[in-house]
């Protein structure tokens, strides 16, 4: 067994696991404080490898944790058409992460036996990393457990997540879907963005102006990296950039939607637009301040509805009869979905909370737009969808008018990053469906209006007693719960209520919402009530808000 892994013995010793460290690979991947992740990071290596030669693809390896504080670190997958890594290999990641320094190797070989891996086959590897002090040598264990493989590795040093994904996608379809260099991403992105908005009547240089705050994070690096291929198309007020301030720190997309305040550090002036990333840019949030003072977030649920709406027109526009959902989760407050439906139109999946569930109902469609309220999310078009969007714009006997909606089809297939949620990418499209439809910020805040609501969090001694059904919607135990929640849900107006456990703490996640904040406080109240007495509750009852 040593013989025949004889690099990947001697160079795992270099990157010990610590004895009964155990961690669980998730949605995000792997994450925790940085300094205990030097053995994951090679094994994942490794991992990455082997998912190589069985697919014979290029695979992934972002190192980054997102919008989890500076001193946090973690790493994920990333599968051959940029997608998340499939769930059978995340049994395998974290099998491999768990195994204590003597099993590594018999844990190694029964994955390779597991999937019938030729390790004959050629292994590659792409590797990106965030800003983090860690990420820089954490990096490096990665490119050692692909190099104890025998399996190539291309490192391309800082980029944002969906970067990466990206890259991996272009690669794998051998150039259709792009360039996978840094380079091909922008000019790819910033001249669908130019194309979309060159025929803008009316665009005055106020319409062109957006603050971005950075989360002092990747994006910012990048986001000015690729301002020069914007050609002044879009002028940009970057703060957070990195410069002084410290990752995702009272900054960043996560705070603004937690906090329901601007980031700190950002001037930004009565109806101006502003924009948060969060730490590795896969997420975005928008927000203004009215001339009262008031704080506006407009969340994910806002931006899949601003992209629906101006899709649909443009379908219309062509007369494609196209297959058009929109993807939520429980999360997505109640006047989105009623809007989408009853208004637009369309057709409302929800999912089990999570990116790949979402990703993958949206699959199902010919376009399926998907945002999580937490402002990550992206758009999927069919080969099929693509392929009529390019028949329409080709066809000499289309009509000018039907052509130009064609072509703005065309350019917002491109200006998307389809492989995952891409702030930059994200970003780009909202500001040019703002310009080309001449709107406001507040005209777009005004298309619908948010239901109250508020989430609070119950301490139980074990979450697992907690089990949902419909999407996360409604609690088949403890026995009783959904009951009481029905029942206190009945007394206010407009109202709906749901529990779900967390998946990284011994919590239970409450929403609620109802036509008033007040309401929706009492509701969340008298639920969190029903979770600490039918789920055992530890520490104090919950407490009513003030």
């Excluded at 989890?68 to 890594?85: A, F, Q, R």
């Excluded at 990550?376 to 028949?391: D, N, P, R």
């Excluded at 007394?491 to 998946?503: D, E, K, L, Q, Y």
Aim: charged share 25%.
């Amino acid at each position: 067994m040593m013989a025949q892994f004889p690099e990947v013995s001697q160079q795992s010793s270099l990157h010990p696991k610590p004895v009964g460290l155990l961690l669980q690979y998730a949605t995000a991947g792997f994450r925790t404080n940085a300094q205990h992740l030097d053995h994951v990071m090679f094994r994942m290596g490794v991992l990455a490898t082997l998912r190589s030669k069985k697919t014979k693809a290029t695979i992934g390896v972002m190192v980054t944790a997102s919008h989890n504080p500076e001193e946090d670190n973690g790493v994920k997958l990333i599968d051959p058409m940029g997608e998340m890594l499939s769930q059978k290999w995340e049994g395998f990641a974290t099998q491999l992460a768990n195994s204590e320094q003597d099993d590594f190797l018999t844990a190694l070989k029964d994955v390779i036996e597991k999937e019938s891996i030729d390790m004959s086959q050629d292994g590659s590897v792409f590797v990106g990393r965030d800003t983090r002090s860690s990420s820089a040598s954490l990096s490096q264990s990665v490119l050692d457990g692909v190099s104890a493989l025998g399996g190539h590795s291309k490192d391309y040093g800082l980029l944002t997540t969906p970067q990466l994904h990206y890259m991996v996608r272009c690669q794998n379809t051998q150039g259709k879907y792009g360039e996978a260099t840094l380079e091909g991403y922008y000019k790819k992105l910033s001249q669908a963005f130019i194309q979309l908005t060159k025929n803008a009547s009316n665009c005055t240089d106020d319409q062109k102006h957006l603050t971005v705050d950075g989360a002092n994070g990747i994006g910012a690096l990048k986001l000015r990296e690729m301002e020069c291929h914007l050609k002044k198309e879009l002028h940009i007020s970057l703060f957070n950039d990195g410069s002084k301030g410290k990752l995702n720190h009272q900054c960043g997309a996560d705070f603004v939607k937690t906090q329901q305040k601007a980031p700190t550090g950002i001037t930004i002036n009565p109806g101006e637009r502003g924009c948060s990333f969060d730490g590795d840019a896969d997420r975005l949030v928008y927000y203004y301040i009215d001339t009262e003072g008031q704080f506006h977030l407009l969340d994910g649920d806002k931006i899949a509805t601003l992209i629906c709406t101006f899709l649909k027109e443009l379908f219309t526009q062509v007369g494609l009869n196209l297959k058009v959902a929109v993807v939520q989760t429980a999360y997505a407050n109640g006047s989105s979905t009623n809007y989408l439906e009853d208004t637009m139109k369309v057709i409302v999946r929800c999912t089990k909370t999570g990116v790949k569930h979402l990703h993958h109902a949206a699959q199902e469609f010919d376009v399926g737009i998907y945002f999580e309220a937490n402002g990550h999310g992206t758009v999927l078009f069919s080969e099929a969808a693509e392929e009529k969007i390019q028949q329409l714009v080709e066809n000499v006997t289309t009509d000018e008018e039907k052509r130009r909606a064609g072509l703005l089809l065309q350019n917002t297939v491109n200006v998307i990053n389809q492989t995952v949620g891409d702030a930059i990418s994200d970003m780009l499209l909202i500001e040019a469906i703002l310009i080309i439809k001449g709107m406001t910020i507040q005209q777009w805040d005004a298309i619908y209006s948010d239901l109250p609501n508020r989430q609070l969090k119950v301490k139980v001694a074990d979450r697992r007693v907690i089990d949902t059904t419909d999407a996360e919607r409604r609690a088949v135990s403890p026995e009783g719960l959904q009951e009481s929640i029905d029942t206190l849900v009945k007394n206010h107006r407009r109202a709906r209520s749901f529990v779900r456990p967390s998946g990284t703490e011994d919590v239970v996640r409450v929403y609620s919402e109802a036509e008033t904040q007040e309401s929706a406080d009492a509701l969340a109240h008298e639920v969190s009530l029903a979770v600490y007495r039918l789920a055992g509750g530890v520490g104090g009852e919950p407490k009513p808000l003030s």
